[in-house]
């Protein structure tokens, strides 16, 4: 009989801590809902406040871009065209530093044929040919 009463108190402790945790979590559910109904409106009023500065910066863009344009026609027709240029000035705008490069390694090379041909200078290998 004592086993049967200690088995109803069980079930009655059981019971309540059940109807506290089913209370709780009804609790939880509305903050959860409170919370997310909240997390909603920021968003709206974030996506609104973005589409608002999202027009106010469009409209400030295309104007920035406007005036861009403008100075770089300004630039243009204040650029002297090349014939106003010195020689010197056209030249370094044309020539690219692998061309300078370039045409300073054909110098030396001319310079060096010049060398030789004008000084005698020959090849080991040359001086064995007369022979």
Known sequence: MDNVIDLKKELYIALQDSSEIVSYNAKL??????????????????????????????????????????DLELIDEARPGPEALPLPAVASTLMSP???YIFLILLIIAVMWF????????????????M
Do not use: C, M, P
């Not at 060398?115 to 007369?130: A, H, N, Q």
């Open 98 to 100: 692998l061309s300078a």
């Open 29 to 70: 559910q509305d903050r959860y809902e409170k919370q997310e109904k909240k997390i909603n409106r920021e968003r709206e009023q974030w996506d609104r406040d973005r589409k608002k500065w999202g027009k106010k910066l469009g409209g400030a863009n295309t104007e920035i871009q406007k005036l861009h344009t403008h």
């Open 115 to 130: 060398v030789r041909r004008t000084w005698g200078l020959e090849r080991k290998s040359d001086r064995f040919w007369d």
